[in-house]
Every structure is written in C-alpha cells, then in structure tokens.
C-alpha cells in the first residue's frame, strides 16, 4: 500500500470483504483495519543573506549613518515550516546596532518565499569601520538544521568638513588703541570676535613677545553647528610710556581662514607718586620715657625760675 504524505498525518479505513464459496452462514464477511499515512518531513527552507544596502549618511552635523540587509527568504522544494530570523551586530567602538526588522517569522506557505529587511545603524568615526551581521535561522516544526547567516556592514568614514572662520570685529589688519592708562599697573582690554561656519579651533597669540600683553584663551574653540567665538587681549602697564603688541590668530587645519592679525597700542600716562616720610610708630615703652623726659625738663625749668 501506499500514500501521499502531507504537512499533517492523515488517516483512512481499510475494508476488506471474504466471500465463502460454497456459502457459509454469515458470509460474506468484512474486516476493517485503521491506516495512518505519516506527515512528511520539514522542508528545509533555506534564505540566503543578500547584499548590504548602501548606507545613508544623516546631513548635517551628526556622525549617524543608516543602511539596512535585504535577507531573501528562499524554499527549497516545497515549504512546509515556519521560519523565524533573528539578526544581531557587535556594537563595538562605532555603536552598530539592528534597528528594525528582526526577529520576523515567516508562516509557510503563506509568506514564504519572502524579504526580510534588516535596519541597522551607526556612529562615524575619522576611519572606516565593519563588523559582521549575524542571522539566525529556526524552523518550526524543527526539521533540518539551518545554518546562521552572516554579512560584513561597513561604517563609513566621518567626512572632514573644513571649517570657514572669518574674523568680524576688530578687522583683521586693523590697529586697536586700549585705553590709556595711568601710571601703576591698571589694566585694560580688547575683545576679539570670530565667526565660523563649523566646528574648529584656532591658536592666538601675542607676536613678537611684547611686554605687557597677553591673549587668552590662547586656543578659541569654535561650536560645532557653526557660530561666534571670543578670546580677549589684555595690557597691564607697570611703567610709563607708550607699548605696542600684535595678536595673530591662525586657524587649526582642517579649519580654514586667516592667519588674523591685530596691531595694538596703548599709553601708561603720568610719573610714580612722591614718596612719603613714614614715622615710625612709638612703643609704650618708648612712649613712657618720653613723657618722663619731658617731665623732668618741666622741673628743671621751674627750679631755674625760682632761683
């Protein structure tokens, strides 16, 4: 005997009838048997891992990149089980993660063959990065083993954006008079603003080293969206007469513009004060002898005057 075996067990009756010749009471006769025909084996269903999808990077200022993996869910032969998939990435220094798309099941035959797209994210960093993409593949009811697939997903590389600085108030060239000050060791400052269109740094500087000048902050550090940043040039005057200093700013590659000079100049007015006779101070001691001198000279005078 045979039978067709179907994704479930199926059962069916088997009667057999015996006819007696010469005829015997009862007869003929049936006889009936209980037939199972057994469920067919789990087919294999075999996805094979497509090609990475390129990555979009963000626009703007941030270091995500996304993409995803189209993982085919192929047959072989006729499906008959279901399969789930389970995708996983090692994070590793870039943060690579699976965003979307896993676990996902596909029920046969319904949605097999088909498509899982699998998200996946990142953080850019100066160099390219890859890891390796894992998926999982678990049949239900289990038959043949599958086995997992895997995919190398790369991170591109930061893009280096150089940053503009232009500098804005004073004008770069100009000289700046700080205000005069008087002689003993006043200060007086100068601030200088700079635009930028990113992120960057540039290193000031008083050159060559004048007396009396500085800069700070020495490094003006420029936000990464873009906008103004200050560092103040300061004078303090010890003597008299008339100093000059120049600041040079010069952007950090890949930070472009400049080098920004300022010419300064300031006057320190006026002569050191007269100095003054400090008495010094008397002791008690001190103080009592003098009173007993001039007691004692008191006497004196009054003895001579009677006599």
Known sequence: ?????????????????????????????????????????????????????????ATGVSPAATGSVAVPVATAGTAVANVAIACTIPAGANAFAVTSGTPQTFTAPATVPGTATVGLSCN???????????????????????????SVVTCPALAVVATAVTAT???????????????????????????????????????????????APAVVTFPAAGGAATTT??????????FTGIAVCTPVAPATGGPFTYNFTTTVAGAPPAPQVQVPALGNISLMLLIAGFLGLGVVLVNRRQA
């Open 124 to 150: 850019r960093t100066a160099a390219i990065a890859t890891a390796t993409l894992s998926c999982t593949q678990t049949a239900t009811p289990a038959g043949a083993a599958l086995p997992a697939l895997t």
């Open 1 to 57: 005997m045979t039978c067709t075996r179907a994704a479930a067990a199926q059962t069916a009756s088997l009667s057999c009838t015996e006819t007696a010749t010469p005829t015997v009471a009862g007869s003929p006769f049936t006889r009936t048997w209980g037939l199972t025909c057994p469920a067919a084996g789990v087919a294999a269903v075999a996805p094979t891992l497509g090609a990475l999808a390129a990555t979009t990077l």
């Open 169 to 215: 108030t004073p004008a770069s060239g100009s000289t700046t008079t700080l205000t005069a000050q008087a002689f003993g060791g006043g200060t007086s400052t100068q601030v200088l603003t700079f635009g930028s269109t990113g992120a960057g740094t540039m290193n000031c500087a008083i050159t060559p080293a004048s007396p009396g000048y500085s800069v």
């Open 233 to 242: 040039v300061t004078f303090t005057g010890t003597t008299s007469g008339t």
